[in-house]
């Protein structure tokens, strides 16, 4: 009987590479926080990415298998601690990603209009942690007391916003700030997320990069996009496509540098159309702070270079931007569940081929994988080929005899009928989708998401 705590893509790939092998029999057990499964396919890719988010489907096929339960709105740490936990499961796999966002450490971060891409990014999702429930919501007009009603007056009162890293997050942040309402209106995104960006007036959105355009981590196909949006011109300075030596060390070894920097000089090189918004993007720049009284109203740059040690530095030239919003989007960081063991210089929890290390041996019965295992890297296929490698090392020590099998899910359920919990299962995420589907048809839309947990709550409960 394994536990995997996190119903992400990693956790249910994890669930997958278990119930696709038949030489031990295995129940697993995926469990969440949250009321509904998914993780970051739900809450994190875009909502403008289809294809993306329709891995959902594949995500729920396992966990509907023989052998595989969802157990959601199940708080372990805290509703459970995981010693007891481990008391009446097998084995534990850690899947429960990288909750948490990294900052700049530069003056004004903190400032009214200045956020983490994740928050940004929870809030367009319709996460329920950013959006509280209606009644807790301040009236209309009232100092915005929760996120979802930060990122709602934000978004009314950005007409230029600056976007810090040139990763994936940040393509998907600008093209959301950049898009009309109408051109997001065939998402899924939450009444009350559309409702704010109807009111949206951004024109230009300014992207940083504190290195070249060699060193990006975009996506080719996700960097293309940004050329493809209607009455959006995108803005690139000939001059940054002048290749140091070490940039074209990079072109020349990384393909994707490559197709990314021809995509780069094709747009330096296209004239403007005169649109109505316009994308920047800036390289060799970085923030140094973020300027404003009681919000942001601009941020202050500095041209950078990479010095001999091969560290970024500043030049000492400077700039300004006005903006009234900035997002930091310069990646994910894990945090520790309580118990579990965690490493915070690198912000995950220490393994070897996903064997948990605790005080410094092997854990017998702990595993961890995704974010929380290799950090907040790859696309959501990565997290495949890395649970699979868990399950492995853990099959392995299911064969050599280092796990004995000897709990049955009867323990957990018994647990935490005992703490008083009653989970989510399938049937319950089935009424949400149902009732999502139908919010969304009845605006002529293909779903709505239910942001709030109450709403979530409601339409998992079992009327027949
Ligand atoms: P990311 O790819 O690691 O990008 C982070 C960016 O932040 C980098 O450009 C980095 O620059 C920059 N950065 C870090 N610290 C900085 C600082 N102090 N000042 C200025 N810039 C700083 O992270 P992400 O965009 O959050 O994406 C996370 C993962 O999700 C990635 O693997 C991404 O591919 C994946 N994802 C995929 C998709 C998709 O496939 N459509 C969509 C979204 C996310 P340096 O390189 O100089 O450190």
Redo the contacts with the bound molecule.
């Keep these: 009987m394994v536990a995997i705590i996190g119903a992400g893509p990693s956790g249910i790939y994890a669930a997958e590479a278990l119930s696709q092998q038949s030489d031990v029999p295995v129940a697993v057990a995926v469990l969440d926080r949250l009321p509904v499964p998914f993780g970051?396919v739900r809450y994190?890719?875009?909502p403008d990415?289809h294809s993306?988010r329709s891995i959902r489907n594949t995500l729920e096929r396992t966990l509907e298998k023989s052998g595989v339960r969802f157990y959601g709105d199940v708080n372990i740490g805290s509703d459970v601690t995981i010693e007891e936990l481990r008391g009446v499961v097998d084995a534990v796999i850690y899947a429960y990603g990288a909750g948490s966002d990294?900052?700049?450490?530069i003056e004004g971060e903190d400032l009214f209009g200045s956020i983490a891409?994740?928050e940004f990014?929870a809030w367009y999702c319709g996460h329920p942690d950013v959006h509280p429930d209606i009644d807790r919501m301040a009236p209309r007009g009232a100092v915005p007391a929760s996120k979802a009603e930060r990122a709602a007056r934000l978004i009314a009162t950005t007409q230029s916003a600056v976007v810090?890293?040139?990763?994936?997050?940040?393509?998907?942040v600008a093209r959301v700030l950049i898009k009309s309402v109408a051109e997001l209106d065939d998402t899924d995104m939450a009444d009350d997320v559309l409702d704010s960006l109807a009111d949206k007036m951004v024109t230009d959105v300014h992207i940083?990069?504190?290195?070249g355009p060699a060193?990006?981590?975009?996506?080719t196909?996700?960097l293309r996009e940004l050329g493809q949006l209607p009455d959006v011109d995108v803005i690139v300075d000939p001059a940054d496509l002048e290749f140091d030596q070490s940039s074209r060390a990079v072109i020349e070894m990384d393909k994707v540098a490559a197709r990314n920097v021809a995509v780069m000089a094709d747009w330096a090189k296209a004239p403007r159309t005169n649109a109505a918004r316009r994308i920047h993007l800036h390289f060799w720049t970085?923030?140094n702070a973020i300027l404003g009284v009681d919000q942001v109203e601009a941020v202050q740059t500095e041209r950078t270079r990479i010095n001999a040690d091969g560290y970024?530095e500043g030049t000492g030239e400077t700039g300004l931007i006005p903006a009234q919003l900035v997002v930091?989007?310069?990646?994910?960081k894990g945090v520790q569940l309580p118990g579990v063991p965690f490493d915070p210089n690198t912000g995950r929890v220490p393994h070897s081929e996903g064997r948990v290390i605790r005080d410094g041996e092997f854990s017998t019965d702990e595993y961890v994988t995704g974010?929380i295992k290799r950090g907040?890297?790859?696309?959501?296929g990565?997290n495949k080929s890395d649970a699979v490698e868990t399950v492995t090392s853990l099959l392995t020590d299911i064969h050599d005899g280092a796990i004995a099998g000897k709990h049955s899910i009867d323990e957990l359920d018994e647990l935490l009928a005992d703490r008083g919990i009653h989970p989510l299962g399938m049937p319950a995420w089935h009424r949400i989708d149902a009732a999502e589907i139908e919010l969304g048809e009845s605006h002529g839309r293909r779903r709505t998401t239910l942001a709030h947990r109450s709403e979530l709550l409601a339409a998992a409960e079992d009327h027949t």
């Design positions: 970051l994190g890719v875009a990415h993306i990294r900052r700049l450490g891409a994740p990014v810090v890293g040139v990763g994936n997050v940040a393509l998907d940083l990069g504190r290195r060193y990006t981590t975009f996506t196909k996700e970085k923030p970024v930091r989007s310069v990646g994910y974010w907040p890297t790859g696309v959501i990565t």
